[in-house]
């Protein structure tokens, strides 16, 4: 039986990766996620400016054209995004990204490779804290 739409949260993946964004918008969209893929910085940042709902952003590091750090930055600087959930996808786990990240207000991190199983059971944690 599939998901009641109306229950439904609402995902941005933010990951200059097709195929990871892909894998992921698939795993989440087998649960009650309904999933919007951008491949860079500025493109997810004009769709989180708009007022539609977004309950959680998973947000790669290392991206072209704007990182995810400076994503996140200029998200957190939205008053309809102060406190939206956001995990941070990174290959590279750097102490200072951490640091950054966690300042500006994070909720997780995972660690590229990462298995989508991992990924949506820490999902579903996050939402029922």
Sequence with gaps: MAPDPT????VLV?????YIGRIIQ??????????ELF?????????????????????????????????????RDLPHH????VIMLTAKGHDADRERATALGVSDFLIKPFSPKKLLARIDELFDA
């Design 7 to 10: 229950t439904r949260r609402h």
């Design 26 to 35: 698939l795993k989440l969209e087998t649960g009650p996620y309904t999933v």
């Design 82 to 85: 102060v406190d939206t959930a």
């Design 39 to 75: 491949h860079d910085g500025p493109a997810a940042l004009d769709r989180l400016r708009g007022s539609d709902p977004v309950d959680l952003v998973l947000l790669d590091i290392m991206m072209p054209r704007m990182s995810g750090l400076d994503v996140l930055a200029e998200m």
């Design 14 to 18: 933010i990951d200059d990766e097709p």
